[in-house]
Structure formats: structure tokens, C-alpha cells
């Protein structure tokens, strides 16, 4: 009884509209006998980058028009310009973690002005939530230099950069001042397994 209920794919998804990052995607599900249609989000993947010195984490604040406010965040982006670059990665079969790891770098310099010398990815979150497909690839950098050309923020772009020890990013982790939910979880994962994992304050 339960099995008639699992829905199952009928044909290829429809995009029902592209933009210049997000498509919407309709689907139909065979349930039973009957046919419905679920409504999904793609959107181009994204980087964020634990820099890491000394018991400390370079952390952004950063002015973000969707919420109308400064945020604390990772430095980070997108991995690819636009949704077609994607949607083509996608159909090229291209090594989506190498890619990942190119504009990882990319960004480290762009936000901070930092050149990454030792960077290695440390999670994939594959959702931003039920019905949106996006993944967010996450790294460690615990090696790097300053740039000669410091940062080099694109226009609208307002992005303040500051260490952070580890206990301050604890507190702003759980206090709500990032809003990033999956970039807390990871954060607090990484300071979890490679900080405080023989200690039981955490």
C-alpha cells in the first residue's frame, strides 16, 4: 500500500522559466493512478571558504540587497557566471568539484585579497532546502598570502573582512548574526571535528 504511494517520474522535467541563475523545473509524478505536478528550483552552484590561521577564521560583513542589511558570512560565490555555463558543465560532464575548487580560489582573492596556497574541500551541501536544488561546495584554506592588489569587489559589492577566534565564531554562529543556516552548520561541524572534538563545551 505504501509503495503505490512513492511518486515516480513520468518523462524529463519541463523548465518552465530560466533566469540568470535560477530555472524553475516542473516534473510529473505518477502516484498511484493518479498524476501530479512537482515544482522545483535549480540554481548554479556556490563556494564558501574557511580561511584558517592560529585559532582563528576570517570572517566577511557583508551589505546583501535580499535581506536589506549587513551579514556575517564566509567569503565565497558563485562557481559558475550564469545558469547556461552550468546547465553546459552539466551536459560536458565536467568535474563539478574541480570547478568548485578553481572559483573557491577565485573568490578568496576577489573578497579578501588573500591568494589561497593550501585549500582543501571539507563538505557539500546539496540543497538549499526541499524543493531547490543548489548545491554549496565548502573548503578550508589554512595556508595563503596577500595579494599585491588587495580586493577586488565587483560593482555593488560592500565586503569588510576581520578575524575572528574561534569562540567569536561560535557565538556569532549561534546567536543568528550569520544567516546562512547551512554555512553555521558547517562552520560549527568543522570547529566540532578539528577543534573542540576532545573538549565538551561546544
Same mark, same amino acid.
Given at each position: ?49 574557511? @580561511? !584558517?590561521? +592560529?585559532?582563528?577564521?576570517?570572517? =566577511? ?8 542589511? /549587513? &551579514? ?42 588573500? @591568494? !589561497?596556497? +593550501?585549500?582543501?574541500?571539507?563538505? =557539500? ?8 536544488? /543548489? &548545491? ?67
Amino acid at each position: 500500500m505504501i509503495n503505490n504511494t512513492i511518486p515516480k517520474p513520468i518523462d524529463k522535467p519541463q523548465i518552465k522559466y530560466s533566469g540568470l541563475m535560477i530555472e524553475i523545473l516542473h516534473q510529473k509524478m505518477q502516484i498511484g493512478d493518479k498524476i501530479k505536478i512537482f515544482e522545483r528550483a535549480r540554481r548554479s552552484p556556490g563556494v564558501r571558504v574557511m @580561511i !584558517v590561521k +592560529n585559532n582563528s577564521m576570517l570572517i =566577511t560583513k557583508e551589505y546583501r540587497t535580499e535581506i536589506h542589511d /549587513w &551579514d556575517f558570512r564566509l567569503p565565497g560565490g558563485k562557481v559558475f557566471d550564469s545558469l547556461q555555463e552550468y546547465k553546459f558543465a552539466l551536459t560536458t560532464e565536467k568535474n563539478m568539484l574541480l570547478l568548485a575548487l578553481e572559483a573557491a580560489k577565485k573568490e578568496v582573492d576577489e573578497e579578501t585579497g588573500l @591568494i !589561497v596556497d +593550501n585549500i582543501n574541500h571539507f563538505a =557539500t551541501s546539496n540543497t538549499g532546502g526541499p524543493t531547490v536544488e /543548489w &548545491d554549496m561546495f565548502y573548503f578550508v584554506a589554512d595556508r595563503f598570502h596577500k595579494s599585491h592588489d588587495g580586493q577586488k569587489l565587483e560593482l555593488g559589492e560592500n565586503i569588510v573582512c576581520m578575524w575572528m577566534d574561534f569562540e567569536e565564531v561560535k557565538k556569532i554562529c549561534l546567536n543568528g548574526s550569520i544567516r546562512e543556516e547551512r554555512t553555521v552548520a558547517n562552520i560549527l561541524k568543522y570547529l566540532f571535528q578539528y577543534i573542540y572534538k576532545d573538549k565538551t563545551n561546544l
